[in-house]
């Protein structure tokens, strides 16, 4: 079946740049998305990207698609601590949301 | 809009009792998805909606969860008899359609002693 995974931890110190991969299975996804989920809450989408994109830049936020790999990377650059949270990519491929197991993103002062 | 709202926040409920949670998506939305988040297998998919009928329910143990969606503003997620091992926080979203950003509720921590 389909299969997105990240690491599972990542830690970095304020006003460094953090890069958060994701490797996924399926090919025939329309978009790919980043998720935001801070403690106690729900998710909520960051960003995405059409397929056909190689990159995608969103003010501190950067996304990297390399379809032959089958990667996908999100750069926060000035990282600060209220970024602190953990980050989910998702693939839609088959009409279905499916989500990595998280990368939690410490940052610390 | 309220955005996806579920029900309870947080339910505590003893091995053997039945559990209902619920969700009332974004309206318009025509899709809208089941997922339990725990610290093992991070978030799965239990189940989806679209336009109220079963699309995949492959990820749902079907001898004791069920999911119904009777109208386009409601759905359940039934758990009976509950186990210990269903305690996770369940996350219901909505979209608009397959391919767009889904909303989520703030979860149903739920905790089976």
């Known amino acids: 079946g389909e299969d997105v995974e990240q690491s599972l931890f990542l830690s970095v110190r304020e006003g460094d740049s953090s890069v958060i991969n994701c490797t996924y299975t399926?090919?025939?996804?329309?978009?790919l998305y980043w998720y935001k989920q801070e403690p106690g809450a729900g998710l909520q989408l960051l960003t995405y990207i059409f397929s056909n994109m190689d990159m995608k830049q969103d003010q501190r936020l950067t996304v990297l698609l390399n379809k032959k790999d089958k990667h996908l990377s999100l750069r926060i650059a000035d990282t600060q601590t209220g970024d602190s949270a953990i980050y989910f990519c998702a693939d839609a491929g088959e009409g279905k949301l499916i989500f990595g197991q998280g990368t939690t993103l410490q940052v610390k002062p | 809009d309220a955005g996806v709202i579920q029900s309870p926040r947080h339910e505590v409920t003893e091995m053997g009792q039945e559990v209902t949670l619920r969700c009332k998506p974004i309206s318009g939305h025509d899709y809208l998805f089941w997922y339990r988040q725990t610290m093992m297998q991070g978030l799965e998919l239990l189940v989806y909606f679209n336009n109220k009928a079963v699309m995949d329910d492959s990820g749902m143990p079907k001898d004791r969860f069920s999911a119904k969606m009777p109208n386009a503003s409601f759905s359940t997620l039934k758990i009976q008899p509950s186990e210990p091992r269903d305690s996770a926080v369940y996350f219901c979203?909505?979209?608009?359609?397959?391919?767009?950003?889904?909303?989520f509720g703030q979860g149903t921590r739920l905790t089976v002693v």
């Open positions: 979203a909505s979209g608009r359609d397959r391919d767009t950003e889904a909303f």
């Open positions: 399926d090919s025939s996804s329309t978009y």
